[in-house]
């Protein structure tokens, strides 16, 4: 009696949120016509917004056909936007999720929120062409709630400040050694001939652990989050032994002061201006990165003398060459579309046709160059050069990270660490490792790795930087097993065995 | 309100029915109606989503649909470690600020109500109130580039005398000390208006009595300003008693990072990383909840103790 009362008062609750919702947009689908405006709540990673209505959300709206309202979240902070706009539904016709291990974003999604896309994709010329293996690591459960975002399968390497290493007489490193001598010169030897002892080595963040150590463990052989041990147990990486040597390894180089020593309060803002200013030379990262580098600092001092050396082939001892995947094997999230605001199958259509049609080549050139003679011009032999850098960081830059697919075309352009960071990243590809729990299921997973990850986290920054030893880290890792983490273990090992025979 | 006082007939002959209060005073009551309403809309009405610490809520299923769990996310917050710790980083937080940062808007005021140069007290007075009006991330962000051990000038000082940069922003040892130090220096300025307009109020006589019987200006301000501003006082230590486990989450927030976590996860942080951060909804209420009973419980508790030591307390 009393439920089904609260049960009509949410129902009404609902009807009447829906109306409004309904009359605050212009023209949305229910009366026959098909959907021809979309709000798409997409991640941000440029410090200010595109303007609205600027020219290439006008361009891709004329391509599209749609009339698309952004919502912008800024990439620090979607954990906490995403999840509050999934507790309060309040949510758009079309959500980016691109935090793929966030407890409430897979308890969202396997709650039933959003559109199974699976059966529909075929109808879309560039949706159909999404590879099997992609389609793979983007399902949950079997399901798939979302058209997978597609990345280069591995973009991560290491970026060395080659003018420093001319200064100094070194050579690109290519082994963790070689790499650590250069951090200790770029430290010490005073790379930049100012004859100030203000330079380090690495320069890294606040998510350390989550990012560029992350990678640098990839070369001692530690896996991609989860990694499958000889007898079949599917163990967190951060709990095996090449992570926890590597973890040796960097406390050495952070005891050597040749990593910037409170990178556990810098962002990734600071970082990339630390950069720009010259205060390290070596930085763990997208392979694409230098270019920006590069333009940060040239905004700042137009004469800087920055080089960069893209290094992605560094080994360690005779763990054979491997680069751990920073983009779940090219699936950089999901475009979800919400049950809630997207009701009809004939909507969810007008959607997917939406996305389908981003994955053009024209639409990709906008949201990659901008527009021609604007933004960027091509030459005869199609090398593209930007014409105008503050316009493009502008006005174009913020949509790249929304493109559906990266991988539409690649252009040759007149930045040489664009094209050699493409190449590189193309070369990762053949020796990359992926998260091998990505599309196993664990119950417990979904609902406790965030408070586990980061409690390993806050124990791995304490061993880092020396106010804790091995065998404390060790014990909180211990003390973890009872909180969910050998659950985790156990469901992924069944999990795992299932769908291995 | 003249107007309702000119209606009402001087001192007459006792009238055999009076009107109620509510509407001999319909004009006043009425202004009070937008005060009642915001309290009932933000304050009262959103407690209704406390019901989610007794369910395992599940946004998409609503709170009609989510299953009741009854008290297992008090429970779990009793028997987990991290409640301990929580319990230990709020209380000795709190007790700094009563001890190190509650007298100083006191002794701040008394200071000020001794300056006899008008022009010298105004400038002062609007000096220290700036630091209230900014934001707690602009003020954690001036300490961040002060204090930094990479290029920030404290440490450059230290470093130029030849010390050793100290990192106050990981180091936990630091953390209390620079949080306690920043409400002080950010709120301490503001704090002083209710105290100084306490004193306003001391009549001069006393002043002039106290001259007289030969106290000099220490002793009038221990034995006249003092206690006159005595209840004022004792009103805002309970307001401050109320807030003990309610640091507010904001501050903590800006100055905590993964190595000073341990001495700065507080109830308030912890509600937001367990709940925002990594979807704990109902977990959070619970938390939440349990912090503001136990608040209303000290609230009540030092009222009573207020009112037996013969203070007037705040209800």
Redesign the interface.
């Known amino acids: 009696m009393n439920k089904a009362r609260i049960g009509t008062a949410v129902a009404t609750a609902t009807a009447l949120a829906l109306t409004t919702a309904a009359c605050g947009s212009s023209a949305d689908g229910g009366d026959g016509g098909p959907k021809d405006s979309l709000t798409w709540m997409t991640m941000l990673h440029t410090p200010t917004t595109p303007e609205k209505g600027g020219v290439i959300e006008t361009a891709l709206e004329e391509h599209t056909g749609m009339d698309i309202e952004f919502q912008w979240v800024p990439d620090a902070s979607k954990e906490e936007k995403l999840n509050a706009a999934l507790a309060s539904g309040e949510l758009a016709d079309l959500v980016s999720l691109t935090v793929i291990d966030d407890t409430q974003v897979r308890s969202a999604l396997t709650s039933g929120m959003f559109w199974d896309v699976e059966d529909y994709l075929d109808e879309f010329p560039n949706l159909a062409r999404i590879p099997d293996a992609t389609l793979d690591a983007a399902r949950i459960d079997g399901e798939l709630y979302g058209v997978p975002y597609q990345k280069p399968a591995a973009r991560y390497g290491v970026v060395v400040r080659q003018d420093w290493l001319d200064n100094l007489g070194l050579e690109v490193p290519h082994t963790i050694d070689e790499l650590t001598e250069v951090a200790r010169a770029f430290t010490e030897d005073d790379p930049d001939g100012n004859g100030k002892d203000d330079t380090v080595g690495f320069y890294d963040r606040e998510e350390s652990f989550r990012v560029g150590f992350r990678s640098l463990a990839g070369y001692f052989g530690a896996g991609q989050q989860f990694e499958v041990t000889d007898d079949g147990q599917v163990v967190p990486a951060a709990t095996t032994d090449a992570f926890k040597e590597a973890m040796e390894w960097y406390r050495g180089v952070y005891a050597g002061g040749w990593v910037n020593q409170e990178f556990v309060t810098v962002q990734k803002q600071n970082q990339q201006d630390g950069i720009a200013q010259g205060k390290g030379g070596i930085v763990v990262t997208g392979l694409f990165e230098a270019k920006n580098y590069n333009a940060l600092a040239r905004s700042a001092d137009p004469d800087t003398p920055m080089e960069w050396a893209l290094v992605n082939d560094i080994t360690y001892d005779d763990v054979p060459r491997r680069i751990l995947s920073d983009t779940n094997g090219g699936m950089g999230g999901w475009l979800a579309i919400p049950t809630t605001e997207v009701e009809t199958e004939d909507d969810l259509r007008a959607v997917l046709g939406f996305i389908d049609k981003l994955m053009d080549p024209e639409a990709f050139e906008l949201m990659t160059n901008g527009i021609e003679g604007e933004h960027f011009e091509t030459d005869a032999d199609g090398v593209v050069t930007v014409i105008d850098q503050t316009a493009w960081e502008q006005e174009v830059q913020p949509f790249s990270s929304s493109r559906p697919s990266e991988l539409v075309t690649t252009y040759q352009s007149s930045d040489e660490y664009v094209n050699l960071g493409n190449e590189l990243m193309a070369q990762n590809a053949e020796y990359m490792v992926a998260n091998p729990a990505q599309s196993l299921t664990s119950e417990t997973f979904d609902r406790q790795w965030s408070t586990l990850e980061q409690q390993l986290n806050d124990a791995y920054n304490q061993y880092i930087t020396g106010q804790i030893e091995m065998a404390d880290y060790e014990a909180t890792i211990e003390s973890l097993r009872g909180q969910g983490l050998d659950a985790i273990v156990d469901e992924y090992s069944a999990s795992y065995a299932e769908a291995n025979g | 309100m003249p107007m309702v006082v000119a209606t009402e007939p001087a001192p007459a002959p006792p009238r055999p029915r009076r009107r109620s209060p509510l509407l001999r005073h319909h004009g006043l009551y009425l202004m009070a109606v937008p005060g009642i309403l915001y309290f009932l809309l933000f304050k009262y009405a959103p407690m209704g989503g406390l019901v989610i610490a007794f369910q395992d809520y599940?946004?998409?299923?609503?709170?009609?649909g989510s299953p009741w769990v009854g008290f297992d996310h008090f429970v779990r917050l009793f028997t987990e470690?991290t409640f301990l710790v929580l319990l230990r980083n709020t209380v000795v937080v709190s007790l700094l600020l009563l001890v190190f940062a509650f007298p100083v808007p006191i002794v701040l005021a008394l200071l000020l109500n001794e300056v006899r140069t008008r022009a010298f007290r105004r400038t002062v007075q609007s000096v220290i109130y700036l630091p209230h009006f900014l934001s707690w991330v602009i003020v954690a962000s001036i300490f961040?580039v002060l204090l930094?051990?990479?290029?920030g000038s404290v440490n450059n000082l230290v470093v130029a005398a030849g010390g050793e940069?100290i990192?106050f922003?990981?180091d936990?040892d630091w953390l209390r000390p620079l949080y306690v130090g920043q409400e002080i220096w950010k709120g301490a300025g503001w704090g002083t208006i209710v105290y100084l307009a306490a004193m306003t109020a001391v009549d001069v006589q006393l002043y002039e009595a106290a001259e007289l019987d030969g106290a000099n200006r220490l002793r009038q301000t221990w034995h006249v300003t003092l206690p006159a501003i005595r209840p004022t006082i004792v009103v805002m230590f309970i307001l401050a008693i109320g807030d003990f486990l309610e640091l507010g989450f904001e501050h903590m927030f800006l100055v905590m990072?993964?190595?000073n976590?341990?001495v700065g996860e507080i109830f308030d942080t912890y509600v937001y990383?367990?709940g925002?951060?990594?979807?704990?909804?109902s977990y959070a209420a619970a938390v939440g909840l349990f912090k503001g009973l136990v608040g209303l419980l000290l609230v009540v508790m030092a009222n009573r103790l207020a009112k037996r030591f013969g203070e007037e307390g705040v209800y």
């Open positions: 599940m946004p998409f299923l609503g709170i009609g470690d961040y930094s051990t990479d290029g940069p990192p922003l990981t936990p990072n993964s190595l976590r341990q990383t367990a925002i951060q990594n979807g704990q909804l």
